[in-house]
């Protein structure tokens, strides 16, 4: 499954030297998957910018202004997006595992020095750019392009594809049929399971606003075992490989569940660390 790995010790303020260090560990890295694709990320972070305090959002905004973004579904997708700049595909190869971890048991217990090896996966990644956004001693270049790793990872954290136990790549290798055409179980989890709905992504948020957010609970380790627990227990492994209208209409509320309780997590830990001054 597609692995994101997070970084046990902060890089160097350069990110390039830190990224040509690693490229050579993750040169046979799997390709990056667009966890809940474009819509799906736009969604969480559109859903829990709605839920930032007012200093959040105000530093929010200061920080976004520097490249012309102006809301968190601006950047929501920019982790992925890396990937299709050729400037930014060294630095997106080496930052490529920091988007899912990779359960070894149906457990889904998270054990860092065996699941995270070296900090590289989603769970650290949040951690670790948490700490930097929230760190008032950073520059703003440093905090505006943590921002843009947290609203992204997060989101990836509650994708149960992201997080999963099999020896699939995150269902990359589980292949399937959608409506007679080849495809893999990961790229359906990515975009048919919410795009069935037939909605825009700021149609779509505005209709999971209608309800209010769950409650924030959990650390970034506690959501990733739940997204493992629901590849696990919830029926998205199909009993056959064939996969129709029906498995999408059956996994949309679990899709939608796992985008809510996204946003309103992203929003608790942006509103912590962005809602009053802080130096670490």
Known sequence: MAHFAAISNPPPP???????RLLGLLAFAP?????????????VAELAEQRLSPTARAEVHRLL???RDRSLADVATWADDLRDDPPQHVFARATAPLHYVNFSTSSCRYDPPRDCPGGRCV?????????????????????????????HFVADAHQPLHAGYRRDKGGNRYQVQLRGRGTNLHA????????????GWRAYATRLARAPLPAATGTPAQWAEESCRATRDDGIYP????????????MRPLAERR??????????????????????
């Open 188 to 199: 359906v989890w990515d975009t048919p399971v919410l795009a069935n709905r037939r909605l």
């Open 31 to 43: 390709a990056l998957a667009h966890a809940w694709g474009n819509a799906g990320h736009r969604i």
């Open 123 to 151: 769970v650290a990644a949040i951690e670790r750019y948490a700490r930097v956004l929230g760190d008032r001693s950073r520059s703003d270049t440093e905090r505006a392009e943590a921002l843009r790793f947290v609203v």
């Open 65 to 67: 202004a520097a490249t």
């Open 239 to 250: 009993h056959g490989h064939a996969i129709d209208d029906a498995y999408l209409a059956r």
């Open 259 to 280: 985008v809510r309780l996204a946003a309103a997590r992203l929003a608790t830990l942006l509103n912590r660390e962005l809602g009053a001054a802080r130096r670490r």
């Open 14 to 20: 350069d990110m390039l030297r830190y990224a040509l």
